[in-house]
């Protein structure tokens, strides 16, 4: 492959990111190019929200040298040809969303689960050194604040159990001729955020002036994670010193909703209508990480506080409003 300007490109490592044309996924994936290792993506684009997002975001890295994608379900996939020689499997694939995983957990089962299995037994087979796997925050369930990693993990949605069960998998594969790191992440936000997460819900209501649908009273309290913060710990942990453990990754304090709508009031200028509904099936009530493993294995301290990275997020979505009432004008 050559560069723009004809000159080859030289990459000093090989890596696969499941999940490539996601949220998270795709943000990793430009930085790993950056920081000089070739990318090979794997993605399906599911249902699971609005596909044509993903497939934007694939069509932007298709540009980036050193980058490639498969298109494909991690379960029916021949996994040990697509990792053959390289080094590190980044685990971002999955099902996401905890209120649909009560209507949908077969599905939840197949796309977190099965879907983990092969990828991990792939690994092994084609001789990756390590598989990096994207856990989640919901594996505590209302554990007790801030969350640490040894506490026993009590998920409360099928996301959540699902989450566990894939991560203890992963975890459970590691001195098997395999390296192994798990990582917590805390509610990703930033631009480019799903569409179904409550940070893009809000900002979106809040810009054309609809209502901001609130489960609960507010009170509720979330670590919310800038997603470049979350791609400097994923990659981190490719070089981490430790194998078969999960690590925490947070953003460092956590905010109540009703902060948040104090935040989106200053950053739209407007008083927000606000929808109070009842507490959602599954939501707990806080999520907080202790970050202290992160920093002694990792070397992360995250950059990116939450009202810095809500207003980049929010100017995102307002752009992106903008443009799209220009094409439908």
Known sequence: MESASGTPERWARRCVVTGSAGFIGSTLSTRLVRDGWKVTGIDAFTDSYDPVEKVVRAANLARVAGTSLVVGDLVDLDLARIFDGAEVVFHLAGRAGVRPSFALEDRYVHDNVVATERVLDAARRAGVRRVVYASSSSVYGDGDAPFREAATPNPISPYGRTKLEAELQTLAAAGTGLETVALRY????????????GLRLFAEAALTGRP???FGDGTQRRDFTYVHDVAAATEAA???PASGMAINVGGGADVSLLDVFDVLRALVGTELLIDVQPFARGDVRVTSADLTRARELLGF???VPFAAGYERQVSWLRDRMGRAMELSA
């Open 238 to 240: 490719a070089d981490a």
């Open 212 to 214: 901001v649908t609130l």
């Open 301 to 303: 301290v995250p950059e």
């Open 186 to 197: 805390f509610t990703v936000f930033g631009p480019g955020q799903r569409p179904d997460m």
